[in-house]
């Protein structure tokens, strides 16, 4: 028995080498890519595989893991992208430092990342590569009974998470309701529910309310992570991520939320109408989105200045019959001066995206890709990667 | 009469409190291990054996996918930072115990101080830390490796070590210390050199020696929250090439805790199929020490 | 010893005690160097206030420095209950035969990942928790008291539990080794006193308390430092009324794990993170050192 225990660890170590080397060989019979590729890749192009990783924004997490499998496929495994979902700041953070390839944003490149951007005197391109838009949720029983849809301007929101509106029945809400659904708001209180983490929806949400309402802009302001004047009233609380804002509204009666439109609509939630600047309610679909976000297209900042307050400037609160208010483009950032294969992967796999994965069999439920104005613009961008330096 | 009867009583509810007391400490993590094999194999079970190769798939899709990449990852960093911190715990405990200069008994004393306050470190904090510490250095190694970055397998190894390395000094130099004095001069007798001495003294504590490293090695693989900001996480195969130490990597464990908080039934599947593989693991690791310290009890004779 | 046989390879074995020691240097002194800033700027104020307003770069963390002791302490009750009585089960109830069964799967459940533990506490403890204990608490009218329970249960409580549920295997060990090495002539003496079970168990329990102690400390430092398992139940919401265990809020590991990723964007968070971390480590330490000047040296 002495000799059992060197025995034991051996043995276990010959297993171990023996199981490595059965997984290792499996791998490369696979090319080191899903089950699903077709053809085996010879092993030499399996030692010019490319990779490229990136991070940054929660919200457009999903579409960009569908886009990664969906272009590992066609690729037959060549390229490797690692996208991680650390949130839109860290994304910036990440990618100002070198960390990443690319870095994602909600929003676009805050003023303090510029400023650093700047400083290095580093060249870079920013693109947006899907479109966005905010749905407001709410729970109200009596109206989902009756069919009934809420209606909302931009103002009664800021109010609401200012806490000057206290109660569903407060008279500015019920003149803005249809005829038949205006009693039925009941005579409760206003649970306000929002992000608890740092996030570019919540970015984009306080960035729409300073341009309706000018106490929100005053008392509050925009960014990542602020603080909600209705949770001192006791009538407000945070959820983490979009789905612990939607489960918080799903199971608080009497509450209302904000979460990315493709949220709503894959849980179902109900979503109100919401005034546009031309005076009309709208809900957030594919129509109202494009509508919103094509007159931006040509305003486009060039590629190198400060996107900060695109979405201030551009996106939100659009004139425009059909424009939905609460619209943004997720938006990537990579250097240019990086190395030229780095660059090229970049590239390829960027300019897939903004052509092929536009297209309905890419698109994940929810997610509404680009108005065609604003992906030629983006394209143009994309070029600067493979331009003779 | 009634002195018996409260007697009885008071017995009696002792015995229901601590039956209760030792249910409620195995039933849970009983029901843990059960939900773990049931959840797990049903997921494996679906797509097996591609589950142990393939990518997770797209989240919220009717496929499953794999956890390829992770189990990958745990290999990588588990078994480069045992060989790393194994050599670093081993040799710096035989000179913590075997010191025996002034100067090596201030390093030893110190070097002991130190650990056990690494020990009681949180292990975000480690994590953080070595994040810190490479993206700090990182400008200079780049002009060597251009391709290197803090999210790395090599900064995971590095964490790793650090929250493992410690465990397994502390316990070796215990058993060292615990050898009786005879018996070291027994082998300098035989004219060993000190380097000799303490490598026939890890012989002679085999047992204890391999269950530190076992416990070692398990500490490595069911560690996550020093991996969070240093191996990064990575849902494809990385190219398996000569830059692969400086690029992230996944590993089980960040599997569990990514793909099980993201609210999608297909990655929430993927997070019990990667927990039963760690459970497993544990579990191999578990049967292996006890497998030791049976030998332990059977050929090694305590010193005491 | 000859002099001679310690001019040796032997001092070349120092190198790995330095590679421990500057290691240990390297995580303190990133630790103590990158929360300079926020200590420079705001003293002991983020310690003592619970403003987290990144907007406005006041980051003050005491409902995580509060939830990281109010979840630790409320997990060192449960689990000191469970642990002393199943050690005191064990070594008077058991049946030897079960005995190394007992041992062994206590054993093995010290030795899984706190990540799978977690992944079951979002699972499937939270939302038991919640419809069994919490709910119908807070239909009792507790719910001021405890707060309101979140639609997945995770919660101060929740974390607690799971805590708990974590540590008492290991807890319990060190009890149960404890008791069983009582000598048994001191056992004898007390039975011969006249004593009933319930007796000389409650005895024999102050003549081991140092052990109990000793197992706490090492409980508490885990519940303090835990990340991945409290992360994944304790909610993750800024929650300054950190008595209110029903509800979700941030442990102060949970914090950094949650809000590192996104601190960079920030001028003060990094260091405030930092700052929490120190602050973190600086509890553990003190309890422990606490409870172990009453409790015995190991």
Known sequence: MRMGATRVIVAAALVAIALGALGMLLLQERGAVPATTTGTPTSETAARQVYIVGGGATFINPQMQKWIRDYMEETGGRAAVNYQSIGSGAGEAKWLEGTLDFGASDVAISRAGYQKLLESGRRFIQVPVIAGSIAITYNLPEFAQAGCVLRLTGGMVADIYLGNIIKWSDPRIAELQEERCRSLLPDREIFGVHRSDGSGTTALFTMYLTLVSEEWKERVGYGYTVTWPRDALGLGEGGRGNEGVSAKVQSTPYSIGYVETAYAVQLKLPVAALRNRDGYFVFPNETTVAEALKRAALELPGPQEFWGELPLRHYLNREGKLSYPIVGTPVVFMYLDVPADTARALYDFFRWVLTKGQEREHIVEGFIPLPKELRARALQYLELLVAPR | MRLVDARALKSLALTAAVVLAFALSVLPVAHLMATVVYRGAAAIARNFPSILFDIPAAPGSRELGGIGPHILGTALLTSIAFAVGVPISLLAAVFTAEAIRSWERIVGRWTRLLVHMMVEFPTIVIGIAVYGAMSSVAPLVRALVPGFRPFSLLSGVVALVLVSAPYMYLQVEDGLKSVPQHVREAIYSLGASRLLTSLVLLRYLKSTVYAALSVGLARMVSETAALFFTAFGSDVYPPLDANLLFRPIGSLTLAVYTLGLSGYENWIELSWAASLVLLLLCLTLFGFSRLLLRGERLGYRSPR | ?298
């Open chain 3, 1 to 298: 010893m000859g002099s001679k046989r310690s001019t040796d390879f032997f001092c070349l074995a120092s190198a790995f005690n330095v590679v421990l020691m500057l290691s240990v240097a390297l995580v303190v002194s990133v630790l103590v160097l990158r929360s300079l800033p926020i200590i420079h700027r705001d003293g002991v104020y983020p310690l003592v206030t619970s403003v987290w307003n990144p907007t406005r770069e006041e980051y003050g963390f005491l409902f995580a420095l509060g939830g990281t002791l109010v979840t630790a302490s409320l997990a060192l009750l449960i689990s000191l209950a469970l642990s002393v009585g199943s050690a005191v089960a064990y070594a008077e109830f058991i049946p030897q035969k079960l005995r190394p069964a007992v041992k062994n799967f206590m054993d093995l459940a010290a030795s899984i990942p706190s990540v799978v533990y977690g992944l079951w506490g979002l699972r499937v403890l939270s939302p038991f928790l919640r419809s069994y204990l919490m709910e119908p608490l807070s239909a009792l009218g507790l719910s001021g008291v405890l707060g309101v329970p979140s639609p997945a249960g995770t919660s101060f409580l929740s974390a607690s539990v799971l805590l708990a549920i974590m540590v008492t295997p290991f807890a319990s060990s060190i009890i149960r080794e404890r008791l069983l090495a009582v000598p048994m002539h001191v056992r004898e003496a007390l039975y011969s006193l006249g004593l009933t079970k319930p007796e000389v168990i409650l005895l024999e329990l102050r003549y081991i308390r140092r052990s109990v102690l000793t197992a706490m400390a090492i409980a508490f430092s885990r519940a303090v430092g835990e990340t991945a398992a409290v992360a994944m139940v304790v909610g993750n919401t800024i929650n300054p009324n950190f008595f209110r265990v029903f509800s979700p809020g941030y442990t102060i590991s949970s914090l950094i794990a949650d809000q590192y990723p996104n601190a960079e964007a920030y001028y003060y968070m990094v260091p405030a993170l930092f700052y929490a971390a120190l602050a973190m480590f600086a509890v553990g330490f003190a309890v422990n050192v606490l409870l172990l000047r009453y409790g015995e040296r190991r």
